[in-house]
């Protein structure tokens, strides 16, 4: 009798164990970024913007028919750009893309030589936001106006 509750009772066990590794199989990670998709009205002049702005490295797209661009963003996925909007729109800056430099005061020179205006967060002209946290953040437009920070948090 003792041999029978023995057995019973390593089977219930043997039960409830498979099923949680079945629920600790399905269990997915959280979910990772994969690319953020621009799109833009001229993809040769906004090719050149990310690429002269913030050197990117552009990759092999799949598509092959001159309207997407691909850049790496390292670890954190890629920037693909695809030609087709209707014209410049108009952004809120709180909807922005956001990289991170080793040096705000290194980046600022670059995009000053390039002409390129940039903000503080209230819209101060050529001024740097400095946050409570002592990181240093500027923002600026690509050419179809989609808003982009640049800061030092590394």
Same mark, same amino acid.
């Given at each position: 009798?003792?041999? +029978?509750?023995?057995?019973?009772?390593?089977?219930?066990?043997?039960?409830?164990?498979?099923?949680? /590794?079945?629920?600790? $199989?399905?269990? =997915?990670?959280?979910? /990772?970024?994969?690319? +953020?998709?621009? %799109?833009?009205?001229?993809?040769?002049?906004?090719?050149?913007? %990310?690429?002269?702005?913030? $050197?990117? *490295?552009?990759?092999?797209?799949?598509?092959? #028919?001159?309207?997407? *661009?691909?850049? &790496?963003?390292?670890?954190? @996925?890629?920037?693909?750009?695809?030609?087709?909007?209707?014209?410049? @729109? &108009?952004? !809120?800056?709180?909807?922005?893309?956001?990289? &991170?430099?080793?040096?705000?005061?290194?980046?600022?020179?670059?995009?000053?030589?390039?002409?390129?205006?940039?903000?503080?967060?209230? @819209?101060?002209? =050529?001024?740097? *936001?400095?946050?409570?946290?002592? +990181?240093? =953040? +500027?923002?600026? =437009? #690509?050419?179809?106006?989609?808003?982009?920070?640049?800061?030092? !948090?590394?």
């Amino acid at each position: 009798m003792k041999i +029978i509750v023995l057995l019973i009772t390593a089977a219930l066990s043997l039960g409830s164990f498979h099923k949680t /590794m079945a629920q600790t $199989e399905k269990k =997915q990670g959280a979910a /990772m970024l994969n690319h +953020i998709a621009v %799109y833009v009205t001229d993809l040769e002049k906004s090719t050149a913007f %990310y690429k002269n702005v913030f $050197e990117f *490295t552009q990759i092999p797209e799949p598509f092959h #028919d001159g309207r997407h *661009t691909w850049f &790496s963003l390292g670890p954190a @996925g890629q920037l693909h750009l695809i030609q087709g909007a209707k014209g410049k @729109g &108009s952004f !809120d800056k709180n909807e922005h893309l956001c990289f &991170s430099v080793g040096s705000i005061e290194t980046f600022i020179e670059k995009i000053k030589a390039e002409d390129i205006p940039y903000e503080n967060w209230a @819209g101060a002209a =050529q001024t740097v *936001t400095l946050r409570v946290d002592g +990181i240093k =953040q +500027i923002y600026f =437009q #690509d050419p179809d106006g989609h808003w982009l920070e640049v800061n030092d !948090d590394h």
